[in-house]
């Protein structure tokens, strides 16, 4: 299935740049721009999870498969953003040239906010007739929410205050929570809210999603400084030219791999209790402990 999730993602986002590209031709480099990094070839978790939750709890496919593209939108557009140069400036994403490498730095800056805006297009016309309104209107609201000062954004800013700076630990998991975590807690929100499930339920989903964001980051930090630039389709070892205060350097490696080994247990007993088994879910964790050396 997760194969299949990233395929169904794949396929329609093309779908989607195609229809609403179609008569722009005067901004064509735009919606070249925009689909250029959508769709460089990725793992696509946050759709692929997002689809799992829906499927789970009984969600029809079609109504959750915008809300995946949404999401995969929004994270184009925070890649845009974080590689630019008077970000993190990067050469390279998913082992291609970034986006401003191809088409200059303006038109990158424009794309990744005509991203911003097209992903939340996407919920309202795609989800209008086969959601409720209410439904519409809390996926938006979590949309917009994750993509703006109350999250990516937010653990953006924190992020480039904390450049050439001693900072603390609390301030490191607020950098994570809602440079990183934040899109992964939307992914599984989306989902649980197409299908409908209970609060109760809903609220241990969002643990599990919070635990997830903190588990890729603490990966994402360990393949820094273990994986060559090739094996990781971006520039290694930046985190430490940057002098960023990262799991490994507060921890050192092994204690780091084991915080990121009890995140995945502690997820696992979360699904246990919600009596939730999943293929999927165990899929990526295995795709990403398989890249741990």
């Not at 557009?77 to 970000?87: N, T």
């Not at 499930?197 to 969002?206: A, C, D, S, Y």
């Not at 502690?266 to 402990?289: A, G, P, Q, T, W």
């Amino acid at each position: 299935m997760l194969q299949k999730y990233k395929e169904i993602t794949v396929k329609k986002l093309e779908e989607y740049f195609d229809e609403y590209s179609l008569n722009s031709s005067y901004s064509k480099i735009i919606w070249d721009s925009m689909r250029y990094t959508t769709l460089l070839d990725g793992k696509r978790l946050r759709a692929i999870m997002c689809l799992e939750v829906a499927n789970l709890f009984g969600a029809k496919l079609e109504n959750a498969i915008p809300c995946a593209c949404a999401l995969e939108i929004m994270h184009a557009y925070s890649l845009i953003h974080d590689d630019l140069p008077c970000m993190d400036n990067d050469d390279l994403r998913r082992g291609k040239a970034t986006n401003h490498k191809v088409f200059g730095e303006a038109i990158a800056v424009l794309a990744g906010d005509a991203l911003i805006s097209f992903g939340a297009q996407l919920l309202i016309d795609k989800l209008s007739g086969n959601c409720s309104s209410d439904v519409v209107i809390d996926v938006v609201r979590d949309y917009l929410n994750t993509a703006g000062a109350m999250g990516i954004v937010a653990g953006q800013v924190a992020d480039i205050e904390a450049e050439n700076k001693k900072i603390d630990f609390d301030n490191l998991k607020y950098i994570h929570k809602y440079k990183t975590g934040t899109l992964f807690n939307c992914s599984i929100t989306m989902g649980a809210k197409i299908a409908g499930v209970k609060t109760h339920v809903l609220n241990r989903l969002k643990e599990y999603a919070d635990n997830f964001g903190i588990l890729f980051q603490v990966y994402d930090d360990i393949i820094d400084c273990t994986l060559s630039t090739s094996e990781l389709g971006k520039t290694a070892g930046k985190d430490e030219i940057s002098n960023k205060l990262t799991y490994v350097s507060a921890f050192g490696l092994d204690k780091a791999k084991n915080i990121f080994y009890s995140l995945i247990q502690r997820n696992h007993d979360i699904l246990n209790e919600l009596k939730i088994s999943s293929d999927v879910f165990n899929d990526i964790e295995e795709m990403l402990v398989k890249r741990i050396k």
